[in-house]
């Protein structure tokens, strides 16, 4: 079964730091594309944070996190990681990370709650 597991969130403090990790299954990994991360905050729609393409390593973020966070992959380990800085209030959230084979989002993982405190 294909599956994703994101690990590394917590209780931190405002300008703290946490580093999320996503694991992918062997298969699920090599067939991917991109991968991304996402986030949603209680009472708000599901957000795109981070992403990152196979092909090139190209990155993009949202622009609220830009500058403090950093999104990278480990082939060896079949894993990506969100790197965040400089947390903020407004960063609390669940965490997805999300897997693309080309069309979209197709796996997504269980999240992983994130909450600062200011």
């Known amino acids: 079964q294909e599956q994703l597991v994101e690990s590394g969130g917590g209780l931190v403090q405002a300008g703290d730091s946490l580093r999320l990790s996503c694991a992918a299954s062997?298969?699920?990994?090599?067939?991917?594309?991109?991968m991304g991360w996402f986030r949603q905050a209680p009472g708000k729609e599901r957000e795109f944070v981070a992403g990152?393409?196979?092909?090139?390593?190209?990155?993009s973020y949202r622009d609220s996190v830009k500058g403090r966070f950093t999104i990278s992959r480990d082939n060896a380990k079949s894993t990506v990681y969100l790197q965040m800085n400089s947390l903020r209030f407004a960063d609390t959230a669940v965490y997805y990370c999300?897997?693309?084979?080309?069309?979209?989002?197709?796996?997504w993982g269980q999240g992983t709650q994130v909450t600062v405190s200011s």
């Open positions: 999300a897997g693309s084979q080309g069309s979209g989002y197709e796996y």
């Open positions: 062997g298969r699920t990994f090599s067939r991917l594309v991109a």
């Open positions: 990152i393409t196979w092909s090139d390593d190209r990155t």
